[in-house]
């Protein structure tokens, strides 16, 4: 392990084996079982809070001057003000997850409501997110942020880790850091809806608004294509809706109170998705090496602190819980954490280390992984944190 670069969780991960693992009955036996029954009330009560908090914000740009002279404050509001929409994304997330209401309709239109004005696709997403909570750190058919492989074999591997990491050392970490962090935090989102950025080898060239050719369809099996399209008709009515408020208020209103919170939403999405999945002494897995459960407590949970905990439904810091049980509603995943940790000590992973921190180490650091036996059979993928040409092992 001399090649790898720890991070707040001193290589925890690295020790933890299979028989480690719980099993999703073990988990399950931890929590109460109201924990993991949602409320529609209680949802609509988070909804609402969101809801109230975004209205104060768009009454105070409402009355900030749309001059040029105010672009310096037009920046802090999109900042503010894409910090606290980020909380409409959670409950879009959950609605997407069957973790907000009984009521499946009322949840559906929920959903695609809140995330067609956020210019997501709803069932698109839906999809491709169920199959990255069932691969979530799968090297082979993992979905989102599936690594480059060095000496990978170009078949069931994303090949090119030995080009970046010489990349990497050519320019600098540092400049590699600055260089990951403006294409995943401002490009990073778009990138994935639109080609599958990201995703794994097994799934092509993906789009999320165009389920065939010429893209990849593998993503789109059976009646998900259709539902691509229905998808596609929300985000169209929102666009369409843009158009007509540019062509009445003029484009300068439209970008201060639309479109700059918009990309901190997308960045907060990155952010966090990112994090939860990568840091420098997190293995991805082999098919021989992976189970769901293995896969699903290789999430980690990290402290954003009370403000951002309140305003995002708590997402960034009871995830370990999420994928392992994507049901249980945010309200119950916090107080269901608190028990897992307990529980499952030797394999729970929360990182420390302030979001800032932990976002410049993966930038730096985690930029192509390697197996650890010959030909993948080891069953896990180690970050290297510089070019070497030997293997750990051999």
């Known amino acids: 392990m001399r090649n790898i670069k720890f991070s ?22 931890v929590i109460p079982k ?4 949602c409320d529609t009330k209680t949802s609509l009560r ?29 920046i802090i509001y999109s900042l503010t003000s894409g910090t606290t929409a980020m909380g409409f994304w959670v409950i879009a997330h959950e609605c997407g997850h069957g973790a907000f209401s009984k009521n499946k309709t009322l949840e559906t239109i ?26 979530t750190n799968n090297v082979t058919n993992g979905e989102t942020h599936v690594p480059l492989v060095i000496d990978g074999n170009g078949v069931t591997e994303k090949v090119g880790g030995d080009k970046e990491l010489h990349f990497s050392n050519s320019i600098g970490k540092k ?26 080898i097994k799934y092509g060239t993906s789009n999320h608004f165009w389920p065939i050719k010429p893209f990849s369809k593998a993503l789109w099996p059976s009646i998900w294509t259709k539902k691509v399209w229905i998808s596609d008709v929300g985000v169209v009515l929102t666009l369409l809706g843009i158009f007509l408020f540019v062509f009445k208020y003029g484009l300068f209103p439209v970008i201060a109170m639309y479109i700059g919170p918009l990309l901190v939403v997308n960045s907060w999405l990155v952010v966090y998705t990112w994090l939860h999945h990568t840091d420098s002494d997190v293995p991805h897995l082999s098919n021989t090496g992976f189970s769901f459960m293995r896969g699903a ?12 905990n309140f305003l995002h439904h708590n997402i960034g810091s009871s995830h370990v819980v999420h ?20 529980a499952f000590k030797k394999v729970y ?24 036996i010959k030909g993948g059979k080891g069953g896990r993928y180690i970050w290297q944190s510089s070019y070497i040409k030997k293997r750990l092992i051999t």
């Open 175 to 200: 400049n590699y850091g600055i260089l990951q962090l403006v294409l995943h935090l401002i490009f990073g989102w778009p990138a994935y809806l639109l080609t599958g950025s990201t995703g794994g």
């Open 46 to 74: 988070y909804l609402l809070q969101s809801a109230l908090i975004q209205f104060l914000l768009v009454a105070i740009g409402l009355s900030i001057p749309f001059t040029p002279k105010m672009i310096p404050i037009w």
């Open 349 to 372: 992973l929360f990182n420390p280390d302030p979001i800032p921190k932990a976002l410049w180490n993966i930038a730096c650091n985690c930029v192509a992984v390697k197996s650890e």
């Open 297 to 308: 407590f290789l999430s980690i949970d990290r402290p954003y602190g009370k403000i951002l």
């Open 323 to 342: 994928h392992v049980c994507p049901t249980i509603p945010h309200y119950q995943a916090k107080k269901a954490t608190v028990l897992i940790k307990k």
């Open 110 to 135: 929920i959903g695609y409501l809140i995330h067609s004005l956020l210019l997501v696709p709803y069932f698109s997403w839906q999809r491709s997110h169920a199959i990255h909570h069932r691969f």
């Open 34 to 37: 109201h924990y993991f029954k």
């Open 8 to 29: 707040g969780l001193k290589g925890k991960a690295l020790v933890i084996e299979t028989k480690d693992i719980p099993s999703i009955k073990e988990f399950k036996d």
